[in-house]
């Protein structure tokens, strides 16, 4: 009978490598999303929070959560999220929040807008300006 032995020699992978993940939020931003602090990535729906450091902690529903990130790919997971939330996460909510000023309102709204618009045209109207009658008047040619 024999016994497989451990073979000090080999590396031991002690931290979840995330360099998919720094390839996917550059070349895959619209797979990922942030929502209350975590960033999201929606095909697996593993989350990923960051603090003020730049630590992340990974929230999923599978094994990836119980290995920790290397210090060294954590900062570079964290740079990289940095750089999509400056170049992809926030000018969508801009873009978002923009065209939202331009939506079409209810019903309501419009028939209030429409009533207050006509309240301001009748009650801006200025007295038409009487012109003097010698403007009227044509001056004979000499």
């Given at each position: ?27 895959q931003p619209t797979d990922f ?84 618009m006509a309240w301001r045209r ?21």
């Amino acid at each position: 009978m024999s016994y497989a032995t451990f073979d000090s020699t080999a590396p031991t992978i002690r931290f979840l490598d995330v360099a998919p993940m720094i390839s996917a939020l550059q070349f895959q931003p619209t797979d990922f999303e942030l929502s209350r602090g975590w960033l999201r990535h929606a095909p697996s729906r593993h989350r990923f929070k960051f603090d003020a450091k730049g630590n992340v902690v990974i929230d999923a529903h599978c094994n990836c959560a119980n290995r920790s990130v290397s210090a060294e790919q954590g900062q570079q997971l964290f740079q990289m999220f940095t750089c999509w939330r400056e170049t992809y996460w926030q000018p969508l909510q801009t873009n978002r929040e923009f065209a939202s000023h331009f939506r079409r309102p209810n019903a309501w709204v419009r028939l209030v807008r429409d009533v207050r618009m006509a309240w301001r045209r009748f009650y801006s109207r200025e007295e038409p300006e009487a012109l003097p009658v010698e403007a009227w008047m044509r001056v004979p040619a000499e």
